[in-house]
């Protein structure tokens, strides 16, 4: 298996020299990296090329690496039925440089680019409808950003009895635990929900 991906990731960075940065085979898959200006050019040519044919798009995600300047990582998965393989493309980017929308090339990408640009702020320049999709409107941040505070900020909800839209703060569902990481053997120094019925 390992062999065949290395078969593929030389034709492909023979094909698409200028326009692979890296080819790695990881965890089953061969992972390509290249340049946001030459993404529409790679995944057109991985659709088309009749050695490849990844014309099955699976999906894209979003990575947050906060500590890096290019912190976003987008990964597109596709899958080839005639090589019977996955392939990984991975983008890096920034807060302010868009990524090319590929709608033109996998129109299914157009609510999962929705999605990472609600999710952790990413740009996809010339997508057909590039807004919020998951979370409300005037939603403040992007909740998947490894930066994005756990409290703080206000939900928005319709209320029915009401018949308005309510803005309200966000309420917690769950106190803030205190863990003292003791030993179960040794024992805590408070008496544990349930421990009381044991005297």
Known sequence: MSEALKDLA???????????QDAMVAYG???LFVEPGDIIDVLNFLKTDVQCQ????VDISGVDYPERDKRFEIVYH???PR???????????????????????FPAADWY????YDLYGVLFSDHPDLRRILTDYGFEGHPL???FPLTGFVQVRYDG???RVIYEPVELRQEFRNFDFLSPWEGTDYVLPGDEKAN
Not at 83 to 105: A, C, F, G, H, L
């Open 10 to 20: 030389a034709y492909i960075t023979e094909k698409l020299d200028a326009q692979i």
């Open 29 to 31: 898959e061969l992972t």
């Open 54 to 57: 990844f014309f099955a798009f």
């Open 78 to 80: 596709l899958l080839s």
């Open 83 to 105: 090589q019977n393989q996955r392939i990984r493309v991975k983008v890096s980017t920034d807060e302010d440089t868009p990524v090319p929308s590929v709608v033109e090339v």
């Open 113 to 116: 680019e929705r999605e990472i």
């Open 145 to 147: 950003r490894k930066d």
């Open 161 to 163: 009895d009401a018949r």
